[in-house]
């Protein structure tokens, strides 16, 4: 089993910059794909980043030149550094992680992470 637990959401104005961070517990995540999703409120939760074990990386067009992903095997650990916020990135950000061989954009979350609210104010 797989523990996802993320932190480094939070408060910031818009134009301004946060990285949250998802830490893997409980078995190696190496080869699985990690993403990102986000939930407005009132909206349905969609994909936002995605990267898999060798790094090939997949972008809502949204974020496109505004979000990275990363991750750092040797930490259990993915990133998502975010710039150029918009109080349209406000939202709850979830981790997930795919332990198939599914494509990037249509990755399926085996497990999930409990959510960091990031709020981007105008």
């Known amino acids: 089993q797989v523990q996802l637990v993320e932190s480094g959401g939070g408060l910031v104005q818009a134009g301004g910059s946060l990285r949250p961070s998802c830490a893997a517990s409980?078995?190696?995540?190496?080869?699985?794909?990690m993403g990102w999703f986000r939930q407005a409120p009132g909206k349905g939760r969609d994909l936002v980043a995605a990267i898999s074990w060798s790094s090939n990386t997949y972008y809502k067009d949204s974020v496109k030149g505004r979000f990275t992903i990363s991750r750092d095997n040797a930490k259990n650990t993915a990133y998502l550094q975010m710039n150029s916020l918009t109080p349209e990135d406000t939202a709850v950000y979830y981790c997930a992680a795919d332990r198939g061989s599914n494509s990037l954009a249509t990755m399926r979350a085996d497990y999930w992470g409990q959510g960091t609210q990031v709020t981007v104010s105008s």
């Open positions: 409980g078995r190696t995540v190496s080869s699985y794909t």
